[in-house]
């Protein structure tokens, strides 16, 4: 998986408790994602990180924040967990030169 | 909304055959890209063709463009049991965001 690790791999949590999801990379790419991945939706951009305290929203923004404090990390918050955002999460890196993208194994989030 | 759209949502057919899929987009774009999904994993980057390219090839994968019907299919060839996945085109319109499909399921039956 590219030197891209997620952490937990697997998180059950209640409804309106926050929730953070790491995204870590070994390659110093520039580009960092997080996108989520529902039955029927394929894989929807949440945000995505073009440098070290650099972020902007995606398709699917609200209820979640990101922050990038350092190259290698990735963090996606959310602030009060919904049964909505069951999904799996997928973190993705990009160096910028070809708009390739290389994923993490995913998060799979239950919100009970 | 989603810019690109697979078609079949899913396909199955014998090891050995051909599997042909293909993507529908609905703006122009830099380039369009195929990623494979196996079960339970992360997204794989398989092929990126330009928007000025009409065809490129990757071992058993042939890709081809065809940007003024704004349409692309994924050829595998000599299908194998590994091939099972499911595969997504990407489009890239810059400013380094992919827009991706729903995902064609591919199974291949021994």
């Known amino acids: 998986d590219a030197g891209i690790t997620q952490s937990p791999r697997h998180k059950v949590t209640e409804t309106g408790t926050p929730v953070t999801l790491r995204c870590h990379q070994t390659e110093n790419h520039r580009y960092m994602y997080w996108y989520r991945q529902d039955p029927g939706h394929g894989l929807r951009l949440i945000h995505y990180s073009y440098g070290v305290k650099d972020t902007d929203k995606g398709e699917v923004s609200d209820g979640y924040s990101v922050s990038r404090s350092k190259t290698e990390d990735f963090l996606l918050t959310l602030e009060s967990a919904t049964s909505s955002q069951t999904s799996v999460y997928f973190c993705a890196i990009s160096d910028g030169g070809t708009d390739t993208q290389y994923f993490g194994p995913g998060t799979r989030l239950t919100v009970l | 909304s989603q810019q690109g759209e697979e078609d079949p949502q899913a396909l199955s057919i014998q090891e050995g055959e051909n599997a042909t899929m293909n993507c529908s987009y609905k703006?122009?774009?830099?380039?369009l890209q195929w990623y494979r999904q196996n079960s339970g994993r992360g997204l794989v980057h398989l092929i990126l063709?330009?928007?000025?390219?009409r065809e490129k090839h990757s071992g058993r994968l042939r890709v081809t463009l065809d940007t003024s019907k704004k349409s692309s299919s994924l050829l595998i060839t000599a299908s194998r049991a590994a091939d099972t996945a499911s595969y997504f085109c990407a489009t890239s319109q810059g400013a380094q965001k992919l827009v991706f499909g729903q995902g064609t399921r591919l199974t291949i039956n021994p």
């Open positions: 703006t122009s774009i830099n380039n």
């Open positions: 063709i330009r928007s000025n390219e």
